[in-house]
């Protein structure tokens, strides 16, 4: 009785308590910062507008491709998500539900009510509500997480484009150029490296802590919904294994998807701003006056310290992380297999 309790508690909050919090969380963290990030939204229309090059343009549409992809992903992903969790606790309920004492096993997602569930009016009521507040919360959960994104990405991209401008800027195919005319350069390439700086840190301010909680509650959910699923693959008997074995590899892609999104573009703005001292370096300062090339320095020396995208400011977002993240909640698990108690 005691494992059949733990899992109902476990079930409630890797798939109603800890995804509704951390939507939650989103839609006050976006409220709370709209006016900054407006400027944001702002400065993002202000570069498709201004003239560029045919191939900064194309690095914009491969950065805004990449984001388009991640958008699509996890909006397809969630849709296909919820109703295979429905389908699942529907059979259940079906099959099993009205034989049930407890009220928790008659809905779509177990809880404790002050009010009697057994009502077939009643019930349909609180399964409706269930599931429309399931799509609902979808939308903010996956909304942020592509919104941040799209502006990491596209960060990332105007750094791109600068490095292009900063390798190019002292080439012998540019045609001789005047110290006035390389170092009014340098100036607007110095002032846009502050700007993307800025862009980048403020993105960083608004969503760190925000960013510190979704690891913390997915690395919980995956090492509950793994508890879960091995529960039913050592003690099931009730047909449904394979049906929970689709759900738990959706669910877990939808999660650990998620985290590596963040994962992929915090490395991507590390190497990208870190690499303007690399492409300060490549640049031909060779074939211009010892005083144009020190100028160089100013940005070389920005750039010692790379931008990076932090969870509160402990950890950096990286590919590494993303495997720790991963061994965390396998470790978890593994405890929290071993406190288990023993079925009959």
Known sequence: MLTGGLNEITQTLCMALIPSVNAILKIFVTSYYREG???????????????????ERTNMLSAAKVWRFISTWCTVLSHAMIPAFLGIRTFTIYTYGRYQESQAHMLLYIGYFPFNVRPTPIMVL?????????????????????????????????FENLRMR??????EKNGTRSMDQVQKELVWIVKRHEHLNWV?????QYFNKLLLIQVLLCTIEIC?????????????????????FVFFVMFVTFIAGHLYIYCYIGEMLLVQSNGMAISAYNSSWFNVSPQEAKCLLFIMNRSIRPLRLTAGKFSTFSIEMFSAILRTAMGYLSVLLTLQ????
């Open 341 to 344: 108690p023993g079925k009959d």
């Open 126 to 158: 609180t399964n409706v509500a269930q599931l429309v507040a399931a799509y609902c919360l979808t939308i903010p959960y996956t909304g942020v997480d592509g919104f941040i994104a799209m502006l990491v990405l596209h960060t990332c991209s105007q």
């Open 166 to 171: 900063l390798e190019g800027l002292m080439d």
């Open 224 to 244: 509950f919904q793994g508890f879960l699923f091995l529960n039913f693959a050592i003690y099931d008997a009730d047909g449904i294994f394979n049906m929970q």
């Open 200 to 204: 980048a840190c403020k993105i960083e």
């Open 37 to 55: 990030l407006k400027l944001l939204v702002k400065c993002f229309y202000e570069d498709w507008r201004c003239s560029k090059t045919e191939e």
